[in-house]
Nanobody, 122 residues
Framework: QVQLVESGGGSVQAGGSLRLSCAAS????????MAWFRQAPGKEREGVAS???????FYGDSVKGRFTISQDNANSILYLQMNSLKPEDSAIYYC????????????????WGQGTQVTVSS
């Protein structure tokens, strides 16, 4: 059974940094994509960043240059380093996984974590 468990959320002032982690277990596909999505109150869930099994990374336009996605394959941990945070980055951040190549469509992702709250104050 696949489990994704996020951690690292919290409250920070604008301009600050946070690093989110997602511990994955029970996932055994060689060709996969791991991604971070976020959902703010009253808004649709949006893709933030993704990384595939060969290490290619993809970013949403609003976070390019500020966020970095990476993975520790040995320990099955996905990270999202978030720098220069803005109030509009406030949301619940979700870790997700799917077989095959990365895409931004959330319906393509089979597995989801429970989410972790990020709050950025001005």
């Amino acid at each position: 059974q696949v489990q994704l468990v996020e951690s690292g959320g919290g409250s920070v002032q604008a301009g600050g940094s946070l690093r989110l982690s997602c511990a994955a277990s029970g996932y055994a596909h060689n060709n996969y994509c791991m991604a971070w999505f976020r959902q703010a109150p009253g808004k649709e869930r949006e893709g933030v960043a993704s990384i595939d099994s060969v290490g290619q990374t993809f970013y949403g336009d609003s976070v390019k240059g500020r966020f970095t996605i990476s993975q520790d394959n040995a320990n099955s941990i996905l990270y999202l380093q978030m720098n220069s945070l803005k109030p509009e980055d406030s949301a619940i951040y979700y870790c997700a996984a799917k077989e095959g190549w990365c895409s931004w469509g959330e319906r393509a992702y089979n597995y989801w974590g429970q989410g972790t709250q990020v709050t950025v104050s001005s």
